[in-house]
């Protein structure tokens, strides 16, 4: 079965701080990858994806995640990070190649943002 | 911008009851989902349902589990007697024509007493 690992359980940053968030996928198959994001008492938000092609995508508020397939990595990036950008982050994969539309999820990173 | 909407946002309920926890898909959307986040812990995919019928399944969705979509609009999740252990966010999703993009609601928090 495939896993998800994301192994920061908490990050700290002060504002203008780059942000690096790691996710890394057990499966070997063909896979699509998810960030979405979680802030405080809202629902899970679609950050970015990727499905093929350029492995560095670009999502809304200035995110963008590299693929990595070697590694098995999807990292999650940002090169100044807000206030505003404190939140729970997830990584999730789906496994296309297997034609199924479930998503794996790993354990999320809680970001905290400090002015 | 067109959102998966829940209902209700939250609900305590006794153990040994039946809750139905509905959902609002987006409109033009084909592909359902359930999934749950115990607090503390990571989300877990519960069902999928497509064409009127479920897709896939996780272990976690043993015969206590139902999902339905009785009008077109609405899909449901019913727990037939539930346990504390489902004391859970359970979160509602929606995917367009390849399904392939998952958009979730707000979450129904359940509470079992």
């Known amino acids: 079965a495939q896993s998800v690992s994301q192994h920061n359980h908490h990050v700290i940053l002060s504002e203008a701080a780059s942000l690096e968030l790691g996710c890394n996928y057990s499966y070997g198959g063909t896979v699509n990858l998810f960030w979405y994001v979680q802030y405080p008492g809202q629902h899970l938000q679609l950050l970015l994806k990727y499905f093929s092609g350029d492995p560095l995508v670009k999502g809304i508020k200035g995110f963008e995640a590299e693929f990595i397939k070697s590694k098995f990595s999807f990292n999650l990036r940002k090169p100044s990070v807000q206030w505003s950008d404190t939140a729970e982050y997830f990584c999730?994969?789906?496994?296309?190649?297997?034609?199924?539309?479930?998503?794996?999820f790993g354990k999320g990173t809680k970001l905290s943002v400090i002015p | 911008e067109p959102e998966v909407t829940q209902t209700p946002s939250h609900q305590v309920t006794q153990m040994g009851q039946e809750v139905i926890l509905r959902c609002v898909p987006i409109?033009?959307?084909?592909?359902f989902y359930w999934y749950r986040q115990i607090l503390g812990q990571k989300v877990e995919f519960l069902v999928s349902?497509?064409?009127?019928?479920?897709?896939?399944k996780s272990e976690i969705f043993d015969d206590q589990f139902s999902v339905e979509r009785p009008d077109g609009s609405n899909f449901t999740l019913k727990i037939r007697s539930t346990k504390l252990e489902d004391s859970a966010m359970y979160f509602c999703?929606?995917?367009?024509?390849?399904?392939?993009?998952?958009?979730f609601g707000e979450g129904s928090w359940l509470t079992v007493v």
């Open positions: 999730a994969v789906m496994n296309s190649g297997a034609g199924s539309y479930q998503l794996t």
């Open positions: 999703a929606s995917g367009g024509n390849s399904g392939n993009t998952i958009y």
């Open positions: 349902f497509y064409n009127n019928e479920i897709s896939e």
């Open positions: 409109s033009n959307h084909l592909y």
